[in-house]
């Protein structure tokens, strides 16, 4: 018996991960203005999970750097870290993304921009024996 031709589904979207911090952004980037579908994050559109004006800049600084604000549209899902660590894990993940796409025209543009680099800064864990924080010692005695 002859196995039946299943034919591959093609992907539609390009597929990246992007990290600061604790935060993680997995990011799916479509082909689609964002007029007719916005940025979605958490299933929230992206406006709301990321209020104001300074967070829309930072969203907004891969698709402003290489030109496609209006070209490319994403699902986004974010998990762990607070609000700056995801909206950095944001714009790796978008970053990263966008590069997948076309490698030798985005990816010397992102480059410079540091939007590329992951940001590792993370909170020091705490060592046993100290006092409360990650270096703080225990008060000596005067005498």
Do not use: C
């Amino acid at each position: 018996m002859q196995k039946p031709n299943i034919a591959t589904k093609t992907k539609s979207y390009i597929y990246a991960v992007g990290r600061r911090k604790t935060g993680v952004a997995v990011v799916k980037l479509l082909k689609a203005k964002q007029t007719d579908q916005p940025i979605t994050v958490n299933g929230k559109p992206i406006e709301q999970y990321f209020p104001g004006e300074s967070a829309k800049n930072i969203w907004q600084e891969p698709f402003r750097t290489t030109n496609t604000f209006n070209v490319f549209t994403a699902n986004v899902t974010i998990r762990g870290g607070g609000k700056s660590g995801q909206l950095g894990a944001f714009v790796h993940a978008v970053s990263r993304a966008l590069t997948k796409s076309s490698s030798e025209k985005f990816r010397p543009i992102l480059k410079k921009r540091h939007l590329l680099t992951r940001d590792p800064r993370m909170k020091e864990r705490r060592k046993p024996g100290l006092a409360h924080k990650a270096r703080a010692k225990k008060q000596s005695p005067k005498r």
